[in-house]
T-cell receptor, first 113, second 111 residues
Framework: EAGVVQSPRYKIIEKKQPVAFWCNPI?????LYWYLQNLGQGPELLIR????????DSQLPKDRFSAERLKGVDSTLKIQPAELGDSAVYLC???????????FGPGTRLTVL | GNSVTQMEGPVTLSEEAFLTINCTYT??????LFWYVQYPGEGLQLLLK?????DKGSNKGFEATYRKETTSFHLEKGSVQVSDSAVYFC??????????FGAGTILRVKS
């Protein structure tokens, strides 16, 4: 069974540029999560989807971050414009509704110069 | 809010040594507790979990017991291997399946 797929794995951009990350969850998983992991810290939830609905986006900085999951399968997280402090690893995870185990992708490491 | 505190690393051990990584939590109610492991270049993987007080989670020789009295979930392994070198994260699960993670503990095992 394929795991959670994320792309790109690495991204380097100049500050003020836009950037987007893509995630394809495990087939059949209707819950999808985006986490932010700063260096030396644990992941922090940005947004959680159940199917195509964002059910928890309270930690998403909506002035520059946006996310979508239009067909309830894969998802895109966007930052526009990126700031130096956005340099981090962006993790995607998925699970079945009602199941407490989350499966994580390898993450996208973003460097903002 | 809820939070998780882990012992700081890095923890450096020789092969076959005993491992303990301390984890304590602050939470309302009785959340489910998890240990995740992150090997170099890979995503987080669930190592073990416990859903109620006094439950013991175990996997691959690792164990952790949910201690309500001390609000702890310490990770232990009797004999570590070089292949156990990774970053270990303790986490609790809030309402709505949100995971709250500790900062992670780096484990290095020398042969």
């Amino acid at each position: 069974e394929a795991g959670v797929v994320q792309s790109p794995r690495y991204k380097i951009i100049e500050k003020k540029q836009p950037v987007a990350f893509w995630c394809n969850p495990i087939s059949g998983h209707n819950t999808l999560y985006w986490y932010l992991q700063n260096l030396g810290q644990g992941p922090e939830l940005l947004i959680r989807y159940e199917n195509e609905e964002a059910v928890d986006d309270s930690q998403l900085p909506k002035d520059r971050f946006s996310a979508e999951r239009l067909k309830g399968v894969d998802s895109t997280l966007k930052i526009q414009p990126a700031e130096l402090g956005d340099s981090a690893v962006y993790l995607c995870a998925s699970s079945l509704i009602g199941e407490n185990e989350q499966f994580f992708g390898p993450g996208t490491r973003l460097t903002v110069l | 809010g809820n939070s998780v505190t882990q012992m700081e690393g890095p923890v450096t051990l020789s092969e076959e040594a005993f491992l303990t990584i301390n984890c304590t939590y602050t939470a309302t109610g009785y959340p489910s507790l998890f240990w995740y492991v992150q090997y170099p270049g890979e995503g987080l993987q669930l190592l073990l979990k416990a859903t109620k007080a006094d439950d013991k989670g175990s996997n691959k020789g690792f164990e952790a017991t949910y201690r309500k009295e001390t609000t702890s979930f310490h990770l232990e392994k009797g004999s570590v291997q070089v292949s156990d070198s990774a970053v270990y994260f303790c986490a609790l699960q809030e309402y709505g399946n949100k995971l709250v993670f500790g900062a992670g503990t780096i484990l290095r095992v020398k042969s």
